[in-house]
């Protein structure tokens, strides 16, 4: 069923209010305004799918659906105009808070442009109920734009799951609207595949750890399994709940290098590490396209893994226990709020085991190809680059390991050359915010009283935390940090402003020119120099009980990243022949 829209607002009302439908919505109360009329006329639309109730008073209105969702254990939405509209909802709001009640309120706005210069009915609505809703947000500026309408599908789903878990409240969205607010023709064309679109959104049940397994995964033999960034406590029972499911599907598990999976391989036999440079092949990232997605836990750092899933738009299901939304790509997903361990010790129901299927094998057949061919290719480098680090730290450190590893480029060569190995090595690291802020200080508190640990990072995040090392009379245990010194910023030569210079060296690579010896002299911090890869192999397989030392690896810059991404697209292309 396709619908052509030649309003852009409308289109934008339209995608909200069917997508609140699908969800299960069935009240919605509405109070008069001028701002609000595309949610008004599309949700009027839906009826009798979703009951609609004009209430002229907004105070009265937030009460009366805090009523309707007290007696009916379901969300209830609220819409309103712009202005002090939305603030007559306030009372509503808290005491939605400490009756854990679900409101879903939806207060629309005048765009930025009209804000901050005294034009009618204009507030500030962002954030207007403080610190009471469970989750707020502002949408964007409607847009006929696919990418912009999955984003505007996905805030919904998220609204709707956060003011019901993990308690019941109120989730606040404020959405802006450019004239013409009625449903009149503004230019635009767009023609919307609604059963396409809307397709996989199911309605939400009153709690997910009560799901059933999805028995749509019993259907499906072309699905993977998307082993995300995770720190679980227990690594191991980790590991083996996402085996577990793996083994009963048949379906691959493409293991992001900052995951505890790739260092259990024994556990996993369908374990994909080398998914980044299998998906540089074209030719071949076709012919893998699945039908679904299990992710667990927050998406891995590869790029060319997030472009692929937007592009072959599979299904997804998000397995994670946390209330926020991880879900960055706005596809179709559906968030299971369950741990992988939870899903691994369920006895309600199991799913059938089926023989294993030409998609698996494939999957197999060609990780088999590529790590075969990364490692006698990374193997037989004499020369020092930073590629190669993380490399032979992932099959040379002892079991047991801890590992902080800085962000940047750090926690990108660990996605693309970390070797699966049996050696329980445990990775940490900083990916809540991605920066390169307190590196040093994180790493030793992880080292800390525990076994002795490692650190791998590039020169400015180090500098950036040189404070740390003040921690060291503190410091109980042992740190060696791999110090991988290119005198800047490796990431940006990944990056267009690469290309031109002036302003890139002053600006983004930012060269600090520092003499580290002298520096770990300087905190009486132990210091060597790395000159080949036997002394570095030699250094990593016993590690010291207590102190910190530095291992400074110096590697070129520009030719690390020059290596990096002929090798990437050679390896890829290998695949060819």
Known sequence: MQFTFNNINQLWSYVLAETLKRLGLSCAIICPGSRSTPLTVAFAKQSPDIEVVSILDERSAGFFALGRAKATGKPVVLVCTSGTAGANFYPAVIEAKESRVSLLILTTDRPAELRECHSGQTIDQVKLYGNYPNWQNELAIPSADMGMLSYLRQMVIHGWERCQFPNGGAVHLNIPFRDPLAPVPDGTDFKLDCEEFFDGIIPTQSHFANYPLPKEWELCNRGIIIAGVAQPKQPEEYCRAIAYLAQTLHWPVLAEGLSPVRNYTNINPYLISSYDIILRNQEIAKELTPKMVIQIGEMPTSRKLRNWLIATKPYCWLIDKSIKNLDSLHGKTTHLRISIEEMGRRESREIEKRSINEYLEKWCAIENQVRSKIDAYIENIDELIECKAAWLISHTLPPGTPIFISNSMPVRDVEFFWKPNNLKIKPYFNRGANGIDGTLSTALGIAHYQQSSVMLTGDLALLHDTNGFLIRNKFIGHLTIILINNNGGGIFEMLPIAKFDPPFEEFFATPQDIDFAKLCATYNV???????????????RFLPKDGIRVLEIKT??????????????????????
């Open 526 to 540: 132990q210091y060597e120099l790395i000159t080949s890869w036997e002394n570095l192999t030699a250094r990593l």
């Open 556 to 577: 070129n810059r520009k030719s690390d990243a020059q290596w990096r991404m002929e090798s990437l697209k050679k390896l890829a292309e290998y695949l060819g022949t």
